[in-house]
């Protein structure tokens, strides 16, 4: 009876172990590109967030018919609040991962110059866009440098959150202290 019993324990704790597991696949695949080896779905913040979107505010103020993209926009709170204010300005966001993507499809629902599309980056066309945004880890910065490099159109601007763009010199470096709360301004 206790070897039943033993037996029993174990089978519901490999149950209990296997359905964590899973989950964790799960929300891994979902919550964040993963699979790419790539950034996490962390938004921009504070300082820096409120920053590059004066920034850009200020451009697009003084211009008419202009396209923003994202490149990885995670949860959709960059292009939001500009969208919302430029309502004559396109604004694109690129996200991968199920979630975020469906969460900013969410949120933008009421915006007829805000769309999200679920596609990689790294097959998009990104040679109409006037503004860039980026916030990704250092290996992906790496190859969406040159991409950025090779087909951004003369003139677009980039801003790179925290981890600056490879084989481009910035054209502006805004810190607040360290390096979780700088970026970096690029023309193209
Ligand atoms: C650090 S978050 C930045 C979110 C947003 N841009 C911001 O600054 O608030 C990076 C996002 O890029 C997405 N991502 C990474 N690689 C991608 C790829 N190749 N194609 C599309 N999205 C990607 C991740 O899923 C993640 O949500």
Known sequence: MEILYFILSLLL???????????????????????????????????????????????????????????????????????????????IGIEYAFIPYMVSCWRARKLKNLQFKRENFFESDISGTDIMFLFLLTSTMEKLSKKCIAEAKTGAIAYANRFPMQGKKPEKKVSFGS??????????
């Open 13 to 91: 704790s490999l149950i209990v172990v296997a359905i964590l597991i899973v989950s964790v696949v799960f929300i891994y695949f979902t919550v964040s590109a993963g699979f790419m080896r790539s950034s996490p779905s962390v938004p921009s913040c504070g300082r820096v967030k409120r920053a590059m979107l004066a920034d850009a505010a200020l451009y697009l103020s003084e211009k008419q018919n202009l396209l923003v993209m994202d490149l990885g926009s995670g949860w959709g709170s960059l292009l939001l609040p500009l969208a919302k204010e430029f309502p004559e300005h396109t604004f």
């Open 179 to 188: 390096d979780y709360e700088t970026y970096y301004i690029y023309k193209f």
